[in-house]
């Protein structure tokens, strides 16, 4: 069955550094990946959606690789900010037959600390 | 733009009762998903909707879960009798429908507490 692996373990990092999260998958080829944030007590918030044939996607500063030879996704956030403390959740998208949907990772908390 | 409302925020219950839960999505948004998140878990998807037709209920604990969207707008998900182990928060989530590439808005849940 589909599997996603994400940092196992909470990631503290000091404000104005990189934060880089990993979503590994395996057993499926994903079309695209999404990557959302999850604030304690919110539902999941959509940042970014990267395709199978985009290596690479910006928005502000966040970054989003997707390596399908290493069935990988990194997420990085430049300039971390304290605000930047989330949960997030990487989502690739299944598609066999009847079968379509978003599978989700456990989330890898972040804390940037002041 | 309203977001996707859930009722209620919070509920308790015992054991083998029953309880209801109520989503009104995003205006327009044809595709609806109820999600169960166990703390420290990733979300789960217990039925996705297309309009008021069933796309995917395949997790969906049919011997206790129930779904519908009658009107293809708001939906409800019913838990009857309720176990310990549905302790976790319900999302529920919309889309504009269920192509690729749509992103999900969820509401903020409903956390269900199962004593």
């Known amino acids: 069955s589909q599997k996603i692996e994400q940092n196992s373990e909470a990631l503290n990092i000091q404000e104005g550094k990189t934060a880089t999260l990993t979503c590994n998958y395996t057993?499926?080829?994903?079309?695209?990946l999404q990557w959302y944030r999850q604030d304690p007590g919110r539902g999941p918030v959509f940042l970014l959606l990267i395709r199978e044939n985009e290596k690479e996607k910006r928005k502000e500063r966040l970054k989003v690789t997707f390596d399908t030879t290493l069935k990988q996704s990194l997420f990085h956030i430049t300039a971390s900010q304290p605000a930047d403390s989330a949960t997030y959740l990487c989502?690739?998208?299944?598609?066999?037959?009847?079968?379509?949907?978003?599978?989700w990772g456990l989330g890898t908390s972040l804390a940037v600390n002041p | 733009e309203a977001g996707v409302a859930q009722s209620p925020r919070y509920k308790i219950i015992e054991k083998r009762q029953s309880v209801a839960f109520w989503c009104n999505p995003i205006s327009g948004h044809a595709t609806l998903y109820w999600y169960q998140q166990i703390l420290g878990q990733g979300p789960k998807l217990l039925i996705q909707f297309q309009n008021n037709g069933v796309v995917d209920d395949s997790q969906l604990p049919k011997d206790r879960f129930s779904a519908e969207r009658l009107k293809g707008v708001d939906s409800t998900l019913k838990i009857q009798p309720a176990k310990l182990e549905d302790s976790a928060v319900y999302l529920c989530?919309?889309?504009?429908?269920?192509?690729?590439?749509?992103?999900?808005?969820f509401g903020p849940g409903t956390r269900l507490t199962v004593l």
């Open positions: 989502a690739p998208y299944l598609n066999a037959g009847n079968n379509r949907k978003l599978i």
């Open positions: 057993n499926y080829s994903p079309a695209y």
């Open positions: 989530a919309s889309s504009l429908d269920s192509g690729t590439y749509n992103e999900q808005f």
